[in-house]
């Protein structure tokens, strides 16, 4: 999967002021790629503790049997069976994985003077979504659905007791609309709007 330069720049006074007094360039330059580094892979470690902590994350990670503890079927079913997960599949682990990659930084000296630019290649939120596509309908991610909204809610039949025609075990779609509505809610949105805030 293709990674993204994010570009930080950064005041060499602030930053470093008491270490990088009397240094040259080179040093400096190290210092503020350790220190950048350091708080963009605690950034991402949040990020990833946020992932992992979200209600949808949590719900879907509890696999087919699990209640609609997002209450974003309106506490109906859940979002393992609804999505149409495979029993076994974990959705939620290719994410996961990326958000603990190590961080590469590359620092070199800014225009102006006292300034340096930092080069850090973290994954994208258009990256991250696209890592968790529905698996019966390419192109599509349930992860943006989460906040889009995912179809289908009104058709969903969830059954407690397994189903050999359901790819779960715990739903089949049926002709009856029920007239249920799916409630969509924030996710990967606002916790990668945090991780940017963060390394600014």
Same mark, same amino acid.
């Given at each position: ?13 602030? $930053? ?14 190290? $210092? ?65 994985? +990326? ?18 630019? @930092? ?10 979504? +696209? ?11 349930? @992860? ?12 969903? $039949? ?43």
């Amino acid at each position: 999967m293709a990674r993204t330069k994010v570009t930080v720049t950064i005041d060499q006074n602030k $930053l470093v002021k008491e270490l990088s007094k009397g240094s040259n360039n080179k040093v400096t330059s190290k $210092l503020v790629e350790t220190e950048v580094s350091k708080k963009v892979k605690d950034s991402k470690e949040k990020m990833l503790a946020e992932f992992s902590n979200h209600p949808v994350t949590q719900e879907i990670d509890s696999g087919p049997d699990a209640s609609n503890s997002s209450n974003t079927l309106g506490g109906y079913g859940n979002l393992y069976s609804f999505i149409g997960f495979s029993r076994g599949d974990q959705p939620t682990a290719n994410i996961k994985k +990326e958000l603990s990659k190590r961080v590469y930084t590359k620092t070199r000296k800014g225009a102006k003077a006292g300034s340096y630019r @930092v080069e850090t290649n973290t994954p994208t939120q258009v990256q991250l979504e +696209e890592m968790g596509q529905i698996p019966w309908a390419s192109g599509l991610s349930w @992860v943006r659905g989460i906040e889009k909204g995912i179809s289908g809610l009104g058709q969903y $039949l969830y059954k407690r007791r397994p189903s050999r025609v359901s790819r779960s075990g715990s739903a089949v779609q049926t002709k009856n609309n029920s007239g249920r509505r799916f409630s969509s809610t924030n996710y990967l949105s606002n916790i990668y709007r945090r991780f940017r805030d963060r390394i600014k």
